[in-house]
């Protein structure tokens, strides 16, 4: 369960690299290193400023949460009083880090770790493990998966007012939380439902709202934009097959496959939604590319050359959106107004906009 997820977050840092670089920044490449005695680290989450987290595997063969910072190199988060740890999320300015630690009785517990207050063991719901996934923007809620009394396996949203809340489930004995929304009001994950199948879910003002699928048994959402209102996933169609999907507050469940079929090469098949980015523009994720013959990553932008807004409507709105922002330097993400990711918003990508102009309309 958590290595998955970890191997995900790895694949996460490096599309947020290649987004970088795409953008019109210079390109370089920093390796990390190991902590000190270690002979292998990975890389699970990044914040917004390039703080980077995750695990190095010491040769005691244990695992070490780690935080890096340009300036200061790889530290040793520490354990719960145990001998491992991982850190598998970072706040956008990298000052909270979260994961799981052992404690001394040899059982893993979610952690929030701060500089001023080092590692925090967040508890479970009153069975012996939990792991944390998640954090929001501002680090102040945290999201995972913890043991109750029962032994069963529950998501849960931990806040330092409230501590750790059981979000329920659809009906059946299980959930896992694996995204949060940027301010931590909106939750999204899997649970069992009365008939025993996993369904994707989203939870917000203590209500959990079943996903659905595309047709089959089973679906499971990992990851939530900024606002809560995207969410994406993988769901099995009425053939049994995995299909990555988009569900928005419409309240449909979109085959990634089908919206964007003209982007795939005959017998390609994206699989697997396993991020978004914080505007909802960036998909990444795991799925089949036909030309290699290979099961690959994908990173999926899904607005049309033109679209600055997002809205999928090519018009005076986003031409607008040009004029006013002509001359400024393009930052990436930040700067859709400039299209043709060149580093600068000028009549480049005016023209873009006006070749553009009504498509989607």
């Known amino acids: 369960m958590c290595y998955t997820q970890n191997r995900f977050n790895a694949l996460l840092s490096a599309c947020v690299l290649s987004l970088i670089a795409t953008a019109g920044w210079s390109q370089s490449l920093t ?99 939990s792991f944390a996934y998640a954090v929001s923007a501002d680090g102040a809620v945290v999201v995972g998966v913890a043991e109750n009394a029962d032994g069963q396996w529950r998501a849960f949203r931990w806040t330092a007012s409230d501590g750790m809340e059981d979000l329920g489930t659809l009906g059946g004995d299980g959930s896992e939380a694996w995204g949060v929304s940027a301010d931590g009001a909106v939750v999204v994950g899997v649970a069992e439902n009365a008939a025993g199948d996993w369904h994707a879910f989203r939870w917000e003002n203590g209500v959990m709202q079943d996903l659905g699928t595309l047709g089959g048994g089973y679906s499971h959402a990992f990851g939530v934009s900024a606002d809560g209102s995207v969410v994406v996933g993988w769901a ?11 569900w928005t507050a419409s309240g449909v469940m979109e085959d990634l496959n089908t919206t964007y079929a003209s982007l795939l090469t005959d017998g390609s098949r994206l699989g697997e939604a396993r991020a978004i980015s914080p505007d909802g523009r960036y998909i990444v994720g795991y799925g089949r590319n036909a030309t290699t013959g290979r099961g690959e990553a994908f990173l999926l932008d899904t607005w049309r050359v033109g679209d600055t807004n997002g809205d999928g409507c090519v018009d005076d709105a986003d031409l607008l959106a040009v004029l006013f922002a002509f001359g400024s330097a ?16 000028d009549d480049a990508d005016l023209l873009e906009v006006l070749s553009h102009f009504g498509s989607g309309c």
């Open 31 to 129: 390796w990390l290193g190991v902590l000190s005695g270690g002979d292998i680290s990975y890389a699970y989450a990044v914040s917004a400023d390039g703080v980077v987290v995750g695990g190095s595997y010491d040769t005691a063969g244990q695992w070490r949460a780690f935080r890096w910072t340009a300036s200061g190199g790889m530290q040793y988060l520490g354990t719960l009083g145990g001998d491992g740890s991982e850190a598998s999320g970072v706040s956008a300015d990298g000052a909270v880090v979260v994961g799981w630690a052992e404690n001394a009785d040899g059982q893993w517990r979610a952690f929030r770790w701060t500089a001023s207050d080092g590692m925090e063991d967040l508890g479970t719901l009153d069975g012996d493990r």
């Open 236 to 246: 099995e169609n009425a053939a049994g097959d995995w299909h990555a999907f988009r």
């Open 330 to 345: 393009g930052t990436g993400d930040a700067r859709h107004e400039d299209i043709n990711k060149d580093g600068i918003v």
